[in-house]
């Protein structure tokens, strides 16, 4: 067989999905990156307990939709596999991109940025790679990509951002082992400013925490 694989480059146009008004009384503005199986719409659920009004959320969509099951009804996404992931990980970087160059919101907020589950390694690819100026960085559930290394995170200490990261005592997807070697992962990455939060629960989001984070 006589095969080649090649490339292109075209424009597409993706959603994303936003909870409350942005207006002069917008305290925290957020950016958060859901995880696999999800919609934006839905993941934004988790936040609707925060005050409207002090918050403004803003949930991009990952680009790769799939049915979850044979009943061919609800929907999900993923941002990444392991099929040409740097690639991909290039074009995702591309609409996150675009979508915080859409919103123009206040440099006064306080800006959050969070990833959850596979949103992790987006969160924190996009952070490094773009040199993203956040407050805080929220890593919650998810695994920190080998690829990345202490000197993409040291502009981080000049700008004061305050990084969290939050794991599930029964996680299902997390070992001890591997919680092990991310809290050192952590340390190492973050210089030891990281504040790692270990809660009661397995793979979910608590909005007790989300609150706790503002």
């Not at 993203?132 to 890593?139: A, E, G, S």
């Not at 040291?154 to 005592?169: I, R, S």
Request: one cysteine or more; charged letters at 25%.
């Amino acid at each position: 067989m006589n095969y080649s694989e090649n490339t292109v480059s075209y424009t597409t146009t993706n959603s994303y999905a936003t909870l409350n008004p942005l207006t002069s009384q917008t305290k925290n503005v957020w950016i958060v990156l859901h995880g696999i199986g999800y919609l934006s719409r839905y993941f934004l659920r988790y936040f609707d307990e925060l005050p409207p009004e002090e918050n403004y959320i803003i949930a991009p969509q990952a680009p790769s939709k799939y049915y979850l099951n044979n009943s061919y009804r609800r929907v999900g996404a993923s941002w990444l596999t392991k099929e040409a992931t740097e690639q991909e990980t290039q074009n995702v970087l591309a609409y996150l991109d675009a979508v915080y160059a859409a919103q123009k919101f206040p440099e006064k907020c306080n800006f959050i940025v969070l990833g959850y589950s596979q949103g992790v390694s987006i969160a924190t690819r996009w952070v490094a790679q773009r040199k993203i100026k956040c407050n805080q960085l929220v890593l919650y559930a998810g695994g920190i990509p080998n690829e990345l290394k202490v000197s993409d995170f040291d502009f981080l200490k000049d700008n004061n951002t305050k990084v969290t990261t939050l794991v599930g005592d029964t996680d299902e997807y997390i070992t001890k082992e591997r919680r092990e070697t991310e809290s050192k992962k952590i340390e190492h990455l973050f210089g030891g400013k990281a504040e790692q939060i270990f809660f009661e629960g397995g793979h979910e989001i608590k909005k007790e925490l989300i609150q706790n984070l503002v």
